[in-house]
């Protein structure tokens, strides 16, 4: 691999790894923090508030996508990445800081939600910036171990969360987590923020951006609008990436991130947090080596035929997980779940960035996966933790709702899968 891969790996991992850790922790002490900024003592209907605020994060990711992604594509890989990062870091000190609804009332969850906001704006054009810089550093035959290295880079983020909430629940009290010990992960994840800064800005702009930019200029189309031509020349790649991406988001926000929330509830699973985060720790470990796998299986027997079997597992498998937690509900058996389900994930998420990115030419490429994505999580993932608390904790709810969530989203991909695009090389 070449030298140049080395860099753009380690700069676009480490910021990625920041943007999904903000995300994570935010997750998982989302009990945490729906005791601080929100008035009353009903503790279902304050998780329920604070998972809302989560998805709210996402309502605006739509708008990062469109307006980082769009710049990104006129600006340069490297600028976008750049912004994200800053952005991402602002949104997070927000949280660590604010103060509590006790101490200044309604201000405390309109500043949760700035947080939010700019969370989410950010890591919309991350995606895309991200996915098309590794794309465009890689070797043809390489794209998709190499790409694979972002949702890998999103496992490691999960195990920093997972180790911070861990170590946070292990080593203080529950009051003390309760009144001050949630915001050590946030204030720890600003310390990422430096080096993934100087990373990124040290980086080059890639090869394929510079061609598609000069021959844009030769052609006199340097002006042109990525955002116009997304929509007017490639709708079908949009609209097939977007029904892929629902199992990408789902698969992830479910599997992955409310988890190890939603077994420690009464109703569910009734877990201990410490037993909930650390098998979420134990699981993310072959998460990450699964998606490595997985992304450079996919350069030998293709994206499509790797999608197309992990989403069939996602949705034979799942199901029967669930039942046998609920049958067998020991912490050994919560290991073994959580890390089968994570490498199910791996086997999709490893894959999915470097076969939507190559869906779309150079020219609109950002903005493309960017779009794609970010549509399916706003739709699909970012409110799944609050719409799946709801289902679960109604009279009549059933406490399987995720993994019947997660298998139609399955169906909705494998029926996309086929007509997923080949690589472009312009």
Request: charged share 10%.
């Amino acid at each position: 691999m070449p030298t140049g891969n080395s860099r753009a790996i380690v700069a676009t991992s480490i910021g990625n790894m920041l943007e999904w850790y903000d995300f994570t922790v935010y997750a998982l002490f989302a009990g945490y923090i729906a005791g601080n900024f929100f008035p009353g003592g009903d503790r279902s209907a304050n998780l329920l508030k604070a998972f809302l605020f989560f998805g709210l994060g996402f309502v605006v990711r739509p708008l990062g996508a469109i307006i980082i992604g769009n710049y990104g594509d006129r600006a340069g890989r490297k600028a976008a990445l750049t912004l994200t990062i800053m952005l991402m870091a602002v949104g997070t000190a927000i949280i660590a800081f604010s103060p509590t609804y006790a101490a200044i009332g309604i201000g405390a969850p309109l500043l949760l939600l700035v947080g939010r906001v700019l969370q989410g704006f950010s890591a919309g054009g991350e995606i895309g910036g991200a996915t098309a810089y590794l794309l465009e550093c890689a070797d043809p035959e390489q794209r998709g171990r190499i790409a694979s290295w972002l949702e890998a880079s999103m496992g490691m983020s999960n195990i920093l969360g997972a180790l911070a909430a861990f170590s946070v629940t292990a080593l203080l009290s529950l009051s003390n987590v309760q009144a001050w010990g949630w915001r050590i992960p946030f204030i720890f994840g600003l310390l990422i923020a430096p080096v993934g800064l100087f990373l990124r800005r040290s980086l080059d702009e890639t090869a394929a951006f510079q061609a598609e930019s000069e021959r844009r200029r030769r052609d006199g189309k340097a002006h042109n609008a990525p955002l116009l031509e997304i929509f007017t020349d490639h709708g079908r790649p949009l609209s097939i990436g977007f029904c892929v991406a629902v199992l990408w988001a789902v698969a992830v926000y479910v599997l992955m991130i409310f988890f190890p929330t939603y077994v420690q509830h009464p109703d569910t699973f009734n877990f201990t947090a410490k037993e909930a985060f650390g098998a979420s720790l134990v699981a993310n470990v072959p998460f990450v080596a699964g998606c490595l796998v997985f992304g450079s299986l996919s350069d030998l027997i293709g994206r499509r035929t790797s999608l197309f079997l992990s989403a069939a597992l996602l949705l034979v498998c799942v199901l029967p997980l669930f039942l046998w937690l609920r049958a067998v509900p020991t912490t050994i058996t919560l290991i073994i779940v959580q890390c089968t389900l994570s490498l199910l994930v791996a086997s999709f998420v490893g894959v999915a960035p470097a076969a939507l990115s190559e869906s779309f030419p150079t020219g609109v490429r950002s903005t493309g996966t960017s779009l794609v994505y970010n549509a399916a999580i706003t739709l699909f993932g970012g409110f799944a933790p609050a719409i799946l608390t709801w289902f679960t904790q109604r009279p009549g709810g059933s406490m399987f709702a995720p993994a019947w969530y997660v298998m139609s989203a399955a169906v909705v991909a494998m029926i996309a899968i086929p007509f997923l695009r080949g690589p472009i090389s312009k």
